[in-house]
């Protein structure tokens, strides 16, 4: 079977999805009630005056707006977030081996040992899954949150919300992958706000941070259950996890719906030898 049928196939899924529960449809970090309020009522935008920003990390960025050459610019882009994609994926992968063992002694009926059972506890808080489950059952359903997403779909995300590096929020705040924050100075303000609106862009000290907050919002948002279920149902199948089918998981990140989904999908077909680069690197 053609992954241009999967794909469309899992995008039909998908959108039946999203209409049968429109709440989903959300920025990775969900809208509070008055936020909805707020978008509901026409008003007027604040445009704030444009002045020069300091920083709001101390590291030393490639200067990827000055870089004439795609390729190059690609290449450098990848090259320079796929240390973080990879680090944070692989302490994923580490915490779910350890999820995994758990649910291998509970079904065997063995009893778990105290930094087992602490471990089990402090995760289902994490993850909000929900203390009235028997110990087996909370294991089942951290297994179906506790997982990775393919580092080509997470690096086409970062090239495709940054601008390939260069937007504002990335520049200033790390922040490659549009995530909103609503606590007052915990971000940027984006210019254009609406009037009343509290939400802000979130601005990181690494980007480390920035990609495991990443991943946590793909693991916890009630907005991508269905990326989630993609990825269970490949795992219970054996099956890799391929990159473009669960890009159709992804069709709430964004207010263009299947536009977006078909052009990260493109994107990820398209730079196939970038990331053999980063990987061989």
Known sequence: MKIS????SVILIASVACLLAPFTFLKPTTKPVEQELADATP???IKPKVVAEK??????LPDFASI?????KKRQFFAFISPAVEAQNNKVLALRARIETIVDKLSL???LLDDEI???????KRYKVSAQYSQLHQAHQLLLKIDIVPSELVLVQAANESAWG????????????GIWCFREGCGLVPQGRN???KHEVAAFKSVEHAVERYLFNINTNNAYQVFRSIRAQLRANEEELAPEILATGLLPYSERGIDYVLELTEMIRHNQAYFTVVESD
């Open 5 to 8: 049928f999967l794909v469309k």
């Open 43 to 45: 008003v007027k935008k």
């Open 55 to 60: 920083p709001l990390h101390s590291l030393t």
């Open 68 to 72: 004439v050459d795609v390729k190059e």
């Open 109 to 111: 009926e063995e009893p």
């Open 118 to 124: 602490q471990l089990l506890s402090k995760n289902a």
């Open 166 to 177: 260069t937007s504002r929020f990335a520049r200033i705040g790390l922040n490659y992958f």
């Open 195 to 197: 009037v009343g609106a």
